[in-house]
């Protein structure tokens, strides 16, 4: 059995917590397969309590609906596992926390497949004050892996939309 390494976003979550911290913006979390991880994983910089606003868990399919405001039509049309479900969870992570930014994750970890989507199958959404973009990262690996690398790319991804905001 593998084990979650505890530094693996360690680097990349600070440098978050301090670019935030710059610009005196705020996140927020939806996380359905990383059930909390990537709020965590920014808790645990010094100084995260300047720019985390909270989280929320919706693993379960109804609190996508009920805590973060997915649309229901939304869950039955496209599923929970989906783009357009990772970009009302950002959304609603960013408006009902009250956040600068908004991080929704969605996905399967495995080891089984989801309403026909297999382990690895991962949507990130992010919100910002530019709008909302949807990616999909490409994560591997066991049950752990799958979910690290969600947060790994939820990290990184908003750094890079920081960083291409700072450019223009």
């Known amino acids: 059995m593998t084990t979650p390494d505890p530094l693996v976003s360690a680097t990349s979550a600070g440098d978050l917590v301090a670019e935030l911290s710059a610009r005196g913006q705020t996140v927020a979390t939806a996380e359905s397969l990383t059930a909390g991880l990537l709020a965590a994983t920014i808790a645990g910089v010094p100084g995260a309590s300047a720019v ?31 783009e357009p479900t990772a970009a009302a969870l950002a959304e609603g992570a960013r408006t009902r926390c009250g956040a600068t930014w908004g991080l929704g994750l969605t996905g399967v970890a495995g080891p089984d497949d989801q309403d026909g989507r297999p382990p690895g199958t ?9 709008g909302t973009v949807v990616s999909r990262p490409e994560v591997r690996g066991n049950r752990w892996d799958i979910r690290l690398g969600s947060v790994d790319a939820a990290v990184s991804g908003l750094l890079a939309r920081l960083h291409a905001t700072s450019a223009l």
């Open 52 to 82: 985390l606003r909270g989280g929320l868990i919706v693993y379960a399919t109804d609190l996508k609906a009920t805590l973060a405001g997915v649309d229901d039509e939304n869950l039955a049309h496209d599923g929970p596992v989906s």
């Open 122 to 130: 991962v949507y990130l959404g992010i919100s910002g004050p530019g």
